[in-house]
């Protein structure tokens, strides 16, 4: 079972990353199908390329570190 804690650990280590360009992201949600939700926050929540932060960063950190992982969604 995926499990949030786990989740939270993962994303602590990647959030330095977003915190040094202004934003940040909060764990929202972890669903039982292996759907991570995650709200971008801070400079991260307007950019344009918060969907490629979200999907190429922290989705392809999770995935690698945590295998129940299936997607990572921005709620």
């Known amino acids: 079972m995926l499990s949030r804690e786990r989740v ?3 994303l602590d280590k990647v959030r330095p990353a977003l915190q040094a360009d202004g934003g940040d992201c ?3 949600n ?3 199908d292996g759907v991570v939700e995650v709200r971008l926050v801070g400079a991260c929540g307007g950019c344009p ?3 490629l932060t979200l ?3 922290i989705e392809r950190v999770l ?3 945590v295998p129940e992982v299936k997607e990572v969604i921005a709620v």
């Open 30 to 32: 972890v669903r039982e």
């Open 8 to 10: 939270q650990e993962v």
């Open 26 to 28: 909060e764990l929202v």
């Open 49 to 51: 390329m918060s969907t």
């Open 63 to 65: 995935k690698d570190e």
């Open 55 to 57: 999907k190429a960063g």
